[in-house]
C-alpha cells in the first residue's frame, strides 16, 4: 500500500503560480513512476503530467507543456507540480497517484491515489 496526500491547492489569479506538493508513504518510493491528473467538474479525470520510476523520464500533457513542471524527490518521498502561467481553464482538482507501471499515462494503469487539492484560477 502507498498512501499519498497533496497539498498546496488554491486559488489563484490568471497568469499567476502555484506548488502543489505530494507526499507518500509505505512502500518503497522509488518503485513507484508518479503522476498528476487533474478533474474539472462535469469532466473526466485527466493526465497532467508522470515520471518514471527512477525519474529518467517526465511526460507532459500537451494543455501544459512549457508551463507546469514536475519534479520528484525520492529522498524525501515527495512529488511536486510547479503551475505557472495558469489560466482558468486549468481550475480543477489535482490528484496525484502512484504505479507499478514504467511509463504510465493512463487512468487505469494507477493502483494509489491521493484525495486531491482544488486548484481555482480566477480570470
Known amino acids: 500500500q502507498v498512501q499519498l496526500v497533496e497539498s498546496g491547492g488554491g486559488l489563484v489569479q490568471a497568469g499567476g503560480s502555484l506548488r502543489l506538493s505530494c507526499a507518500a508513504s509505505?512502500?518503497?518510493?522509488?518503485?513507484?513512476?508518479m503522476g498528476w491528473f487533474r478533474q474539472a467538474p462535469g469532466k473526466e479525470r485527466e493526465f497532467v503530467a508522470a515520471t518514471s520510476r527512477g525519474d529518467s523520464i517526465t511526460d507532459y500533457a500537451d494543455s501544459v507543456k512549457g508551463r507546469f513542471t514536475m519534479a520528484r524527490d525520492n529522498a524525501k518521498n515527495t512529488v511536486y507540480l510547479q503551475m505557472n502561467s495558469l489560466k482558468p481553464e486549468d481550475t480543477a482538482v489535482y490528484y496525484c497517484?502512484?504505479?507499478?507501471?514504467?511509463?504510465?499515462?493512463?487512468?487505469?494503469?494507477?493502483?494509489?491515489w491521493g484525495q486531491g487539492t482544488q486548484v481555482t484560477v480566477s480570470s
Open positions: 509505505g512502500r518503497t518510493f522509488s518503485n513507484y513512476a
Open positions: 497517484a502512484a504505479s507499478t507501471f514504467a511509463r504510465p499515462m493512463s487512468v487505469t494503469t494507477y493502483a494509489y
